[in-house]
């Protein structure tokens, strides 16, 4: 017979002291008296064992990739790449389509082997540690495959005994993407497949969420409340993996984004950081022959508008255009799409 094992944790969020009590290797949940905030504990196997729990006084970091490539044969997908994702963040995965978004994702989850590099999911490596890894990983990939043959109830009844999980979340998952769950999955549109897929990665309250393009198929109302629960599971604690290449959602939701290109990470910031940091645009109409202007890189003729790319100081450019007969005038920030298009152009204009 095991012997019990006294543990006492401190939660994360707000240093409450608390005590749990198990077995040696026996997954327990916890969630804390005084905030809610809720993990996981795995007691040691051995007394003199030791591992973090989730909310406990571990490190911050949940995610951390250091100089992953993956290549197949001549191409090169993703090229030496590294970033860190913390607990309790919405993190933004932004790129275009072929950028390297997705097969950064496989690759963390072992669906794809690194050509090169390292990557901890939970403190634990995504070459040795996966299948620990994956349970407590939800995912939702941008294609889903899902068993049509079933009925909505069946599948999900079928990941539940698959995990083994207590998929707490489920009623609460339901009441937000309403699904007629008597019906076979194949009758479903994709919008309805992708509310699926949703419910499937989340259900079971799994420490980070995964996702790839998770909006695809859903309707704008749709989008907005699936945008509010998120936000909700982050105030939990909960951490969220967001790949996209819409650039307003991540706009909106997300705490920090980091920008791939070309297999390669170009830039890795908190969303107003980004913004603040990147300049201004400048638009106007003149009574004169643009040309002059337009003879600048960061400058270019949009629909009878000018615009102007300014990345320092603006002075100098009122300066120049103080000298033409003004019609109409507008300044505003940078918007986080207007930094991602400057990188992409540059991209461009390189090749």
């Given amino acids: 017979m095991q012997e019990n094992i006294i543990k006492q944790v401190k939660c994360p969020q707000c240093d409450t002291s608390i005590q749990i009590e198990g077995t040696s290797g026996e997954q327990k949940i916890i969630v804390c008296n005084n905030c809610g905030l809720k993990g996981k504990f795995i007691f040691p196997s051995s007394s003199s064992e030791s591992r973090k729990p989730s909310i406990g ?19 090169l997908a993703v090229d030496d790449i590294s970033f860190t994702v913390k607990r309790g963040e919405i993190f933004g995965f932004l790129g275009p389509n072929g950028a390297g978004k997705t097969t950064t994702i496989r690759t963390l989850l072992g669906f794809l082997k690194p050509t090169a590099g390292q990557a901890f999911v939970l403190g634990e490596s995504i070459t040795g540690d996966i299948v620990s890894i994956r349970k407590n990983v939800g995912y939702i990939p941008g294609e889903l495959a899902l068993y049509e043959h ?23 998952l339901l009441d937000i993407f309403e699904l007629p769950l008597d ?17 499937q990665a989340f259900m079971d309250d799994p420490e980070i969420v995964i996702m790839d393009e998770p909006t695809s198929g859903l309707d704008p ?10 936000r ?31 297999g390669r990470l170009v830039a890795l ?10 300049g201004k645009k400048i638009r106007l109409k003149i009574k004169e022959d643009p040309k002059e ?31 033409y007969t003004v019609l109409a005038l507008e300044v505003k920030e940078f918007s986080l799409e207007d930094y991602f298009m400057r990188y992409y152009t540059q991209t461009k204009e390189e090749n």
């Fill in 221 to 230: 109302l749709l989008q907005q409340r699936f945008y509010e629960f998120l």
């Fill in 293 to 323: 202007l337009l003879k600048n890189a960061h400058t270019k003729l949009n629909n009878g508008w000018i615009e102007i790319n300014v990345l320092d100081t603006i002075d100098e450019w009122i300066k120049k255009i103080s000298v």
């Fill in 150 to 172: 079933l009925t909505g109830d069946q599948f999900l009844s079928y990941f539940r005994t698959l995990r083994d999980t207590d998929p707490s979340l489920l009623s609460d």
């Fill in 232 to 262: 909700k599971e982050r105030s939990k604690g909960r951490t969220i993996f967001f790949s996209s290449h819409i650039l307003s959602e991540v706009d909106k939701i997300c705490d920090r984004v980091g920008i791939i290109r070309n």
């Fill in 183 to 199: 019906r076979k999955i194949k009758g479903y549109s994709k919008g309805m497949k992708q509310k699926m897929g949703i419910i």
């Fill in 269 to 278: 910031e908190d969303i107003e950081t980004l913004k603040k940091k990147t």
């Fill in 57 to 75: 006084a571990g490190s911050s970091t949940v995610i951390e990739v250091k100089n992953l490539t993956k290549k197949y044969k001549d191409v």
